[in-house]
């Protein structure tokens, strides 16, 4: 193995503790969904993780089931801005997808 080798993998294995840290505590990095949408660290699935798992009633706020309160999360969030912000992500891979079918020739069945 070279030297960039091991750099490549070094900063391989950064980022993907980076990634980990993101989905494993998000709240150490994110306070609301705008925050999670707009991250360039983390790919779309886990994007679509973390606001899965904030959406779940199992963060719901007793006396006010429209609210979520993530534990370490500093203010409870709105369930509507957690789908809207999943809603958000379909409506990119959507777009993606519908991208690539475009530049597929015609030619190509299937």
């Keep these: 193995m070279t030297i960039e080798g091991t750099a490549a993998v070094g900063s391989a294995n ?4 980076i ?3 993101h989905i494993l505590h998000p ?3 994110f306070s609301h969904p705008d925050e999670v949408l707009a991250s360039d660290k983390i790919t779309t699935e886990e994007k679509r993780a973390i606001l899965a798992s904030w959406a779940s009633d199992l963060h719901a706020v007793e006396s006010c089931p429209e609210l979520r309160h993530p ?3 500093a203010c409870s969030i709105r369930y509507r801005d957690i789908l809207a912000a999943l809603k958000s992500l379909d409506r990119q891979d959507f777009a993606m ?3 690539e079918q475009a530049r597929k020739p015609t030619w190509i069945f299937g």
């Design 14 to 17: 950064v980022l993907d503790a």
């Design 19 to 21: 990634s980990a840290s």
């Design 97 to 99: 997808s519908s991208r």
């Design 27 to 29: 709240q150490q990095h």
């Design 71 to 73: 534990p370490g999360v």
